[in-house]
C-alpha cells in the first residue's frame, strides 16, 4: 500500500519546551484517521506541521515516498493538502464567497475578479454540505455553528487529496455532525486520506477507521479502531507516572471561603454550584475550553454569564458583575485573581521587580494619596517566594519564566487576600519552579487561605488539588476528591457526560 | 545599524531625552552667533513667549503616558480668549474670568476622557473634533471679526517680575514642579505609569483603568484652561486664531521631552526642556533670518525626528 503522506521522527521544540519527540505517521488513502490525545500533548502541533503552519525541527514529511517539506499553509494546500482548524480562521467582514475564493480569486471575463462564478461555486460547495446559505452573507453576521460550516467546506472543496480537519464539530449539533459524517464518508469512498481530531469518544468510533495516540509530544502507538473499546482507547491515551512535585495534601475542613450557587454560564446551559473551604486547594479539570476559564473570570467580572450568585464573607453578589470594577469588586471582598497570561495579562514587563509586586496595594488606596514605599513588602514577598533577581529594581521582563510567574503570585499574596483564584498557574516554567509553586500555594492554603485553580495539565490538579469540580459543556458534571481521581475517572467523567 | 542601536553606550545615551542636546546646541549656537542675548533679561522675554505652550505640555504629557491624546487645546484657548476679550460678561472681575476658564477646560477634559475611556473613541478624532466644534462656535459667535481688548489687569499680571524674573515663567516652573510631585509621590502617579506600561495588567491588578484616563483628560482640560487665561494675557487682545497651533506643538514637546505613548523617561523635566528648545530654535532662526515657512518645516521635522529616535529603541 502507498502512503500519499508520511511524517517520520518529526520533533519541535518552542523555546524551552519539547512538544513533539520523534513521531512518526503514515496516511492511507481511503481511511480515516482519528489522532487522539490529552490536552497539550502535541495533536494540533503536529498537524500544523504537516499544514505548513510550522517547520520541524527535524524529521521530514515524505508525499508519495518523495521528501517534501512546506514553507508555509499555501505550499501545503498546493501540495494538496486541506486543513479545517479547530481556531476560526475567516475574516468576519468578507462576505462567504469571498472567504471561500480568498487568495485563489477566479478572474472575471474584463479581468477583474469573476464574482458570479464565486457565488455559484460558493453555493455548490454549501449546498453539498446541505447548507443553504447566501454566498453573499457576511460572516460576521453567522452563527459560530455555521461559521464552522462554511470553514468545513471551505476546507473539503478544495482540491485535494489529504483533509485534516481539527475538532470540526467543536461547535456543531448532533444534526449538523450527521451531515459533516456523511461528507467524510464521501470523501473517504473516494479514495481520500483524512485525519480526524476530535475528543468526542461516538465520533471517533462512528466514522474512524485507525487511531493514532499521542501523549507528551510521543507517539503511543497506532492501531485500527476495531481492535479498540473506548476504555482501551482511553487507557492509551492516560497512564503515566505521578512525579513527586507535590507537596502534601491539606486538611481542607473549614467553613466556606466561596459559595457560588445556580451559575449558568450561557442562556442555554446547564445552571451549577460550588464551594471552596477555608484552606483547601479546588480544582476546574477536564478537557480543554468547556466552560472552566469562563466560570472563573465570571467571578471577576471578565466573563458576563446568564446569571448566578456568589456569596462571599457574608455578602451577596449576583452575577453577572461589571467588567470595569469586577475585579477591584473581588480585591474589596479579600479576593485575588492571578491571569493566565502573564505577559500579556499579568506583568508589567518594564517595570521593576518591586513596582509589580506593589501594585495591587497601591491599587487598593485612593489615587489621590501619597504613594507608600513597601520596601518592606517587596523585600518580604521576595524572600518567602525565593524570587531570584539581582534586587527590587531588577526588570521582571529579564527574569526566567518561574521567577516571573512568582513575581506574578507575588504581587496577590502581599494582599491580604484569602482566596486566590489562579489560571494556569505553572504554565511555561521548568520543574523545579512548580514544584516551588506548589509549595507556595499549599502554604497560603495551610495558613487558613482558599485557592481555586484552573489547569490543562490533569495531573498537575490531581497532584496539588484536595478536591476537583470536573467541567463539561459548560457546566460541572462530576466532583471527586483529587487523591481518588486518575486521569482515566476524570476524561472518562468528562466524556461520558 | 543593530550594532550601533545595541551598544550599552547608544543605551545608555539614549535614556536621556533629546530636548536635551537640544538646548544645549541652541544655546551653543545661540552664544557663538550673539553672545550679548545671553542675559537674564532677553532670556526671560524669549523664554516667556512660550508659558502658554510649556503649561500646555503638563497636560498633554499626562495623557500620552496613559496612551492617549489631547488635541483639543486649539479650541478651547480659543473659547476662554473670546469669552475674555468679546465683553460678553460685562464689568466682571478677574476671579470670575479664572474660574470660568477653568470650568470649561474641565468640562472638556472631562467629556475627553468620558468618551476616550468609557465608550473607547479614537482619542485623536474626540479631541480633534471637539476642537474643530468649539473653533466654529467662536467664529460664529464673532462673526469672524477679531473681538475686543482683554481686561487690562491680565497685561499687568503678565508683564509682573518677581526676583528678576517674569512671573509667567516662575508660575510655569511651579506648576511643572507639582505636576512632578503628583506624578512621583501619589498613587495616582502609579496609576498613571501602571496604565501606561499595560492596560490589562493594570486592569488585573485592580488599578482602576477607565477612572485613571479620565482624571488624567480632566487634569488636562485643566492645564489648557489656564494656559488659555496666560495666552490671553500674553497678547492682551482679542483673535480668532490664537492658539491653533499649540495641540501640535505639545505633542512635538512632548515626545522630543522623552514621553512618547504609553512611556514616561522623560519625566516631567524633559518636555519641560522641550518647549525650551522651541522658545529658542525661533530665536536662532530668527536671528539667521529665516521665515515663518521655514518655521513651520523646522517644527514638522523636530517632530519626525524625535518620533524616528524614539522609534528605534521602542522596536527593541
Given amino acids: ?497 | 545599524m543593530s550594532a550601533l542601536v545595541n551598544s550599552t553606550l547608544f543605551r545608555r545615551v539614549s535614556k536621556i531625552p533629546p530636548s536635551y542636546y537640544l538646548l544645549v546646541a541652541l544655546l551653543v549656537i545661540l552664544f557663538a552667533a550673539r553672545p550679548q542675548m545671553l542675559n537674564a533679561n532677553v532670556l526671560g522675554v524669549f523664554v516667556r513667549q512660550v508659558v502658554p505652550l510649556g503649561i500646555l505640555v503638563l497636560g498633554q504629557l499626562l495623557v500620552m503616558r496613559v496612551k492617549s491624546i489631547d488635541l483639543s487645546g486649539g479650541g478651547v484657548i480659543l473659547l476662554i480668549n473670546y469669552c475674555i476679550s468679546s465683553g460678553i460678561f460685562p464689568g466682571a472681575s478677574l476671579g470670575f474670568y479664572i474660574v470660568l476658564a477653568l470650568a470649561i477646560g474641565l468640562a472638556v477634559g472631562l467629556f475627553n476622557g468620558v468618551m476616550v475611556a468609557k465608550r473607547r473613541v479614537s482619542a485623536v478624532i474626540v479631541t480633534l473634533a471637539l476642537s474643530i466644534v468649539l473653533v466654529g462656535f467662536v467664529q460664529y459667535l464673532s462673526s469672524g471679526k477679531p473681538p475686543g481688548d482683554v481686561p487690562k489687569i491680565f497685561a499687568e499680571l503678565f508683564n509682573t517680575r518677581f526676583i528678576g524674573l517674569p512671573s509667567p515663567v516662575l508660575f510655569w516652573i511651579a506648576l511643572t514642579a507639582l505636576m512632578a510631585l503628583l506624578l512621583s509621590q501619589t498613587v495616582f502617579g502609579r496609576f498613571v505609569a501602571a496604565v501606561g506600561e499595560s492596560m490589562p495588567a493594570a486592569h488585573f491588578s485592580g488599578v482602576p483603568v477607565e477612572r485613571t484616563v479620565i482624571l488624567a483628560h480632566t487634569l488636562a482640560g485643566i492645564m489648557t484652561a489656564i494656559a488659555a487665561l496666560v495666552q490671553t494675557a500674553s497678547i492682551a487682545v482679542g483673535s480668532v486664531r490664537v492658539g491653533l497651533d499649540l495641540p501640535i506643538l505639545s505633542v512635538a514637546a512632548t515626545i522630543l521631552g522623552g514621553v512618547v505613548f504609553g512611556r514616561g523617561e522623560g519625566g516631567v523635566w524633559g518636555p519641560f526642556f522641550g518647549v525650551l528648545c522651541f522658545a529658542f530654535l525661533f530665536v536662532v532662526m530668527t536671528m539667521f533670518g529665516v521665515g515663518d515657512a521655514g518655521k513651520l518645516v523646522a517644527q514638522g521635522l523636530i517632530i519626525l525626528f524625535a518620533a524616528i529616535f524614539y522609534g528605534l529603541r521602542a522596536g527593541k
Fill in chain 1, 1 to 497: 500500500m502507498s502512503h500519499p503522506i508520511e511524517m517520520a521522527g518529526i520533533s519541535k521544540a518552542f523555546g524551552g519546551s519539547v512538544a513533539l519527540r520523534d513521531v512518526s505517521l503514515a496516511l492511507t488513502p481511503g481511511t480515516v484517521h482519528a489522532l487522539m490525545g490529552e490536552n497539550g500533548a502535541g495533536k494540533s502541533t503536529l498537524m500544523k506541521i504537516l499544514a505548513g503552519v510550522h517547520q520541524p525541527d527535524s524529521g521530514e514529511i515524505r508525499r508519495a515516498g518523495r521528501t517534501v517539506s512546506f514553507a508555509n499553509p499555501r505550499a501545503a494546500l498546493e501540495a494538496g493538502i486541506s486543513t479545517v482548524f479547530q481556531e476560526l480562521s475567516l475574516l468576519p467582514n468578507m462576505t462567504i464567497a469571498e472567504n471561500m475564493f480568498l487568495g485563489r480569486e477566479p478572474l472575471g471575463r474584463f479581468g477583474g475578479i469573476g464574482r458570479r462564478r464565486m457565488r455559484e461555486e460558493t453555493k455548490g460547495a454549501l449546498a453539498r454540505l446541505g447548507l443553504t446559505l447566501d454566498p453573499d452573507t457576511l460572516v460576521s453576521d453567522l452563527s459560530i455553528a455555521e461559521r464552522q460550516f462554511v470553514e468545513i467546506a471551505h476546507g473539503i472543496d478544495a482540491d485535494a487529496d489529504v483533509f485534516i480537519l481539527d475538532e470540526p464539530t467543536a461547535a456543531l449539533n448532533a444534526a449538523d455532525v450527521d451531515v459533516l459524517n456523511r461528507h467524510i464518508r464521501a470523501l473517504r469512498e473516494a479514495g481520500k486520506a483524512i485525519v480526524y481530531i476530535s475528543h468526542r469518544m461516538d465520533e471517533i468510533f462512528a466514522i474512524c477507521d485507525v487511531v493514532t495516540v499521542l501523549k507528551d509530544g510521543q507517539l503511543v502507538g497506532t492501531r485500527p479502531l476495531t481492535e479498540m473499546t473506548p476504555a482501551s482507547l482511553i487507557a492509551m491515551m492516560v497512564g503515566r507516572e505521578l512525579e513527586a512535585l507535590f507537596p502534601e495534601r491539606g486538611e481542607g475542613e473549614g467553613a466556606a471561603a466561596l459559595a457560588v450557587s445556580g451559575l449558568r454560564l450561557h442562556a442555554d446551559s446547564k445552571p451549577f454550584s460550588f464551594t471552596v473551604k477555608k484552606g483547601e486547594i479546588v480544582g476546574f479539570a477536564g478537557l480543554e475550553g468547556q466552560g472552566q476559564q469562563k466560570a472563573l473570570r465570571a467571578l471577576v467580572g471578565q466573563f458576563s454569564p446568564a446569571e448566578g450568585t456568589v456569596s462571599r464573607r457574608g455578602n451577596t453578589i449576583r452575577l453577572p458583575v461589571p467588567e470595569e470594577s469586577g475585579v477591584r469588586r473581588w480585591q474589596a471582598l479579600g479576593g485575588a485573581f492571578v491571569p493566565e497570561d502573564r505577559k500579556d495579562e499579568g506583568l508589567f514587563l518594564d517595570h521593576s521587580v518591586g513596582q509589580n509586586i506593589v501594585a495591587a496595594l497601591h491599587a487598593a488606596r485612593p489615587a489621590l494619596k501619597a504613594a507608600k514605599r513597601y520596601s518592606a513588602v517587596i523585600a518580604e514577598t521576595m524572600r518567602r517566594l525565593n524570587i531570584k533577581a539581582s534586587g527590587q529594581s531588577a526588570t521582571v521582563g529579564a527574569l526566567s519564566g518561574g521567577n516571573q510567574q512568582k513575581v506574578l503570585l507575588g504581587r496577590y499574596l502581599a494582599t491580604d487576600a484569602d482566596l486566590l483564584l489562579i489560571e494556569e498557574p505553572t504554565r511555561g516554567v521548568d520543574v523545579g519552579a512548580k514544584a516551588e509553586i506548589y509549595r507556595i500555594l499549599r502554604d497560603f492554603a495551610k495558613a487558613g487561605g482558599a485557592v481555586l485553580v484552573l489547569s490543562r495539565e490533569t495531573l498537575e490538579l490531581i497532584g496539588l488539588c484536595d478536591r476537583l469540580y470536573v467541567i463539561h459543556g459548560n457546566t460541572i458534571v462530576s466532583e471527586m476528591r483529587a487523591q481518588e481521581a486518575t486521569e482515566h475517572g476524570i476524561l472518562d467523567a468528562a466524556l461520558s457526560a
